[in-house]
């Protein structure tokens, strides 16, 4: 009779292990991104994707040498999005933006964590600078600059947190 229980048990267990993995693989970030450095400059959007499962925006920017780049950030779903005052309209190429992100590691032109002031109106989208969460979280703004990145680095306006509930992100 036990001997019946435990292979069923064993297959279920193996099942949701199996199933279940990818789920927590997909946020891993620790590996993806360089939380010791982020970037703070002048862009403008060359291209926005809104669409599962996150919300992309690529923008062009200078780095120190003044050569042109193209990066792009990640991130919330296109459902958080839209709760936090976001549409498929919110980007626009062309756009010129203050932007604050960290980069991933390496040479790879993609970051996360972004917040996002547009220069014509002093609009901001995107976060507050914290990434992550509970006790591993890291307040991006606290963060040195990416060497390549000094000299082009800009001031972001102090997030005085004056917008409807709706358009704050945590």
């Known amino acids: 009779m036990t001997r019946k229980l435990v292979v069923p048990f064993f297959l279920i267990t193996l099942g949701f292990l199996t199933i279940g993995t990818p789920?927590?693989?997909h946020h891993g970030t620790a590996g993806v991104y360089d939380f010791t450095h982020r970037i703070t400059t002048k862009a403008?959007?060359?291209q926005y994707i809104w669409a599962n499962p996150h919300v992309q925006i690529y923008f062009s920017l200078k780095n120190d040498k003044g050569e042109e780049q193209t990066w792009g950030v990640e991130t919330v779903s296109p459902g958080n999005a839209l709760a936090n005052g976001w549409n498929k309209n919110?980007?626009?190429v062309g756009d010129?933006?203050?932007?604050?992100?960290v980069p991933a590691?390496?040479?790879?032109?993609?970051?996360t964590c972004p917040q996002f002031v547009f220069v014509a109106?002093?609009?901001?989208?995107g976060g507050n600078g914290r990434c992550g969460m509970g006790g591993s979280a890291v307040?991006?703004?606290?963060?040195?600059?990416?060497?390549?990145?000094t000299a082009v680095?800009?001031?972001?306006?102090k997030d005085d947190r004056k917008r409807p509930e709706s358009e704050q992100e945590n």
């Open 90 to 92: 919110s980007f626009k």
């Open 121 to 125: 109106d002093g609009h901001r989208l």
């Open 96 to 101: 010129q933006l203050l932007v604050s992100f």
């Open 23 to 25: 789920m927590f693989a």
């Open 44 to 46: 403008t959007v060359t």
């Open 153 to 157: 680095e800009v001031q972001m306006p």
């Open 105 to 111: 590691k390496g040479d790879r032109t993609f970051g």
């Open 139 to 149: 307040d991006a703004n606290a963060l040195p600059i990416k060497p390549g990145y």
